[in-house]
Structure formats: structure tokens, C-alpha cells
């Protein structure tokens, strides 16, 4: 049996693709005798003729790669794109790196380990982008035996 105009007129009525129609194997008879879109309707309200539901993508692999990101995992030198600074910008690293600098200047000045005069030094010197990290500022004082003890 061909079901063409039937199926046409189903999901023009219901308003989902002609793929999306589903029609009772028991009850193919009154189907195929129905010709006109009340009788479609009538079908449908009996429950003859249903809608399929949509294919849609599972996203569980999209979730659990998500997850795994958070997580620090699938983000190596393969999977980057574009430059380091696209990724995190010049500014946020500035950012960062000066403030761990002037806490540990701070922290140092406030101990007493360090005279007010080599705190204004170091400082000028971090804000001027001289140190590279906390790390360095020690070795510099060290070096230098600016740090008393």
C-alpha cells in the first residue's frame, strides 16, 4: 500500500516532515480510505496517526569532554590555537605577575627585612617590568644584600 497523499496530508495537519508521520499498522485500512485533511485530523485525534519524535545529537561525550577541560585534561600543544597571548592576554599576565611582586614587597617592608629606600627602589624597579617573577626579586636582594638578617 502507498500511503503518499495520506502521509502529505498527516504532516501538513500536525506541521512536522513528511519522514516524522507514523501510521497504526492495525488500522492501515481506514488510513488509506482517509482523503481529505478532517479525516487526517479525525486519525490523528484517535491516535492512528502519530508524530515521531525528532532525531536530536546525544550530548554526553560534548558534557564529559567539558568536564574533563575544567579539569586541566585535553588542553596540550595540539589542541592550541593562535598565539600565547590569544589565549591569555599581555595585560592579565602583567596583572598577575605585578601584584604576587608588590605583596612580597609589602610583605618584606612590613617584616622589616627591607629599608623604606630599597622598598621605593624594588618597586620602581618591578613597575618598570625589571623582575620577571617573585623568585627573581629574591635572587636580586640576595645578590645584592638588600634583605638584612
Excluded at 502521509?7 to 506541521?15: C, E, H
Aim: aromatic content about 6%; charged content about 45%; overall charge positive.
Amino acid at each position: 500500500m502507498i500511503f503518499t497523499i495520506q502521509r502529505r496530508l498527516a504532516s501538513a495537519v500536525m506541521g512536522c516532515g513528511k519522514k516524522r508521520v507514523w501510521f497504526d499498522e492495525t488500522r492501515l485500512e481506514e488510513i488509506k480510505e482517509s482523503i481529505t485533511k478532517a479525516d487526517v485530523r479525525r486519525l490523528v485525534a484517535d491516535g492512528a496517526v502519530r508524530e515521531k519524535p525528532e532525531n536530536s545529537n546525544s550530548k554526553a561525550r560534548i558534557r564529559k569532554s567539558k568536564d574533563q577541560k575544567r579539569k586541566g585534561r585535553q588542553k596540550g600543544h595540539g589542541r592550541r590555537k593562535g598565539k600565547k597571548t590569544a589565549r591569555e592576554g599581555k595585560k592579565e599576565l602583567w596583572v598577575k605577575r605585578i601584584r604576587v611582586q608588590r605583596k612580597l614587597l609589602k610583605t618584606l617592608k612590613e617584616n622589616g627585612l627591607i629599608e623604606l629606600k630599597v622598598y621605593r627602589n624594588l618597586s620602581r624597579k618591578a613597575k618598570g617590568g625589571f623582575f620577571r617573577s617573585k623568585r627573581h626579586i629574591k635572587l636580586y636582594a640576595e645578590d645584592n644584600e638588600l634583605i638584612k638578617k
